[in-house]
């Protein structure tokens, strides 16, 4: 039986993502920005795409080494 390289699975994996994008709606955008300022962006895309209309969500965050934070924002393009 073959092994997976780290190759193989980095292709595995990006085929994954190719594939969920295609069959998801949502639009995520990726911010890392320091603690405070993540914040109030979080609360201008909040403002700006209402999470009942948009059902916009932080999907996911990290505090990086260097103290800022990563987070995704999800939203779906338009409203209803």
Same mark, same amino acid.
């Given at each position: 039986?073959?092994? $997976? ?7 595995? $994996?990006?085929?994954? @993502? ?5 069959? *998801?709606? #949502?639009?995520? *955008?990726?911010?890392?920005?320091? &603690? ?6 979080? &609360?201008?895309? #909040? &403002? ?17 080494? *260097?103290?800022?934070?990563? #987070?995704?924002?999800?939203? @779906?393009?338009?409203? *209803?």
């Amino acid at each position: 039986m073959r092994r $997976s390289t780290p190759a193989d699975i980095a292709a595995k $994996s990006a085929q994954a @993502l190719r594939k969920r994008a295609e069959n *998801d709606a #949502f639009r995520r *955008d990726t911010f890392a920005l320091p &603690r405070e300022e993540a914040r109030e962006k979080a &609360r201008e895309v #909040f &403002r700006r795409y209402p999470k009942p209309a948009y059902m916009t969500e932080i999907e996911s965050w990290r505090e990086l080494p *260097d103290g800022r934070i990563e #987070f995704t924002m999800r939203r @779906l393009p338009t409203a *209803d």
